[in-house]
C-alpha cells in the first residue's frame, strides 16, 4: 500500500506532527493536559480529523488506507498521549455519527469535530463494565422527546476537555447487547460532571476522566441510527478504534527500532561498538522483522476495510499482536540503552510507560484471545 498521494499525505501528517506537536510534548507531560482545542482546530485545517468522511461535512473523502498513513505518522510523533486523543475524535468517536446519524447530528456535531472547532470523545467504559460491554448499567429513560440519563463512565479520554459525548447507555429492559443505543450528549448539559481526572502511568498529556451523568436530559433526535442498535454500532466502531490503535503503535515502534540502532553504533564498550555485537544486532532484526510482518498484515487490513468487508477477526489479531510486540520492543529499547534507558531524560522511559496501554485499552489481550477461540471454533461451550 502506496501511492504518489499517500507518501504526499503522509510528509504533510509528519510536517504538522514536528510543528505542532513535538516541541511541546515535554511541557504537556509536565502539565498532564494539552490544549486540545487549539491543537484540534489545526489538525482540522489539515484534513485530519475527517479523513474518511464526505466532503459536504468537510471530510476529505479519502479512503481507509489514508487513515493508516496518518495514525503511523501521528504515532511516531514525541506525545503518545496527543496521537491517542487525536485518534479518539478521528476514529473512535465519530465514525457511528458518521454512518448511521441524521442529517442534523451531522451538522450539529459531525461537521465540527471533522473541523476541529469541536472535541469529543466516547463514552463506553464503566467502573464494572470494561471489556464486558454487554454488562454496562449507565441507562437512558424514555420521557417524552427526552432521553433522562443516570450512570458513570470511567477511563474517558478527552473527558475533561470534551464538547461533546458519544455515550453507549441502556435503553431498554431488556439484558446483555440487547437494548443499548449510541447517544450524542454535549457536556454542557446540566447533570453532567467530570468526576475526576484520573492520574495514569503513561499517555500523560491526555486528559482521561471519571465521569457521571445524573438526571441528565437530552433530546430522543441525538440517539444515533436506530435506538437499540447501538451495541452493533459500537462493534462497527471497535474495529476502526482497534485498527486505528495498532496503525499508531506501528510509527511508534518504527521510530523506536530506529534510535538504539543508532544509539548502538556510537557507543563504545570494550573497545568497539556495541551495534558490533552480534546478539544486539540479531534481538534487533528479528523485532524489525516482526514489525515488518505485522506492518503489512495491517496494510492488507486496511485495504480490506476500505472495500468494505469485515475486518474484524484482522483486528483482533492485529491488535493482540501489537500489544505484545510493543511490550518486547520497549523492553528491549530500554535495555539496550541500559542506565540511561531507566533515566527519564532519556525516550525510553516515556515509551515504556506508554506502550503498556495497547495491551488493555480497547479490549485485553485476554478478550482479544477469548473472541479467536471462538473465530477458530475452539470455544468447548
Known sequence: MSSTEHEQFRKSVREFVEREINPFADEWEKAETFPAHEVFAKAGDLGLLGIEYDEEYGG?????????????????????GVAMALSVQMCMSTPALHKFGSEALKRQYLMPAIA?????????????????????????????????????????????????????????????????????????????????????????????????????????????????RGFQQQMNQFQVERMSGVYGWL????????????YLAERQAFGRPLLANQELQYRLAELWAELDMLKEFCGMAAVAYSEGRDISKWATIS???????????????????????????????????????????GGADEVMLRILTKEYGLDAR
Request: hydrophobic letters at 35%; one cysteine or more.
Open 60 to 80: 476529505l473523502g479519502l479512503d481507509h488506507t489514508f487513515t493508516m498513513v496518518a495514525t503511523e505518522e501521528l504515532g511516531r510523533g514525541d506525545s503518545a
Open 116 to 228: 476541529g472547532t469541536a472535541v469529543s470523545a466516547i463514552a463506553v467504559t464503566e467502573p464494572d463494565a470494561g471489556s464486558d460491554v454487554a454488562g454496562l448499567r449507565t441507562r437512558a429513560q424514555r420521557d417524552g422527546e427526552e432521553w433522562v440519563i443516570n450512570g458513570s463512565k470511567l477511563y474517558i479520554t478527552n473527558g475533561t476537555q470534551a464538547d461533546w459525548i458519544c455515550l453507549l447507555a441502556r435503553t431498554s429492559d431488556g439484558g446483555g447487547a440487547r437494548g443499548m443505543s449510541l447517544i450524542i450528549v454535549p457536556t454542557e448539559t446540566p447533570g453532567f460532571v467530570v468526576s475526576r481526572k484520573l492520574d495514569k502511568l503513561g499517555n500523560r498529556s491526555s486528559d482521561t476522566a471519571e465521569l457521571s451523568f445524573t438526571d441528565m436530559r437530552v433530546p430522543l433526535h441525538n440517539t444515533i441510527g436506530e435506538v437499540g
Open 251 to 262: 510509527g511508534a515502534m518504527e521510530q523506536a527500532l530506529e534510535r538504539p540502532r543508532d
Open 319 to 361: 491488535k493482540l499482536t501489537a500489544g505484545r510486540l510493543v511490550r518486547r520492543v520497549a523492553d528491549t529499547c530500554m535495555q539496550f540503552h541500559g542506565g540511561i534507558g531507566y533515566m527519564e531524560e532519556t525516550w525510553t522511559a516515556r515509551f515504556f510507560r506508554d506502550s503498556r496501554l495497547l495491551s488493555i485499552g
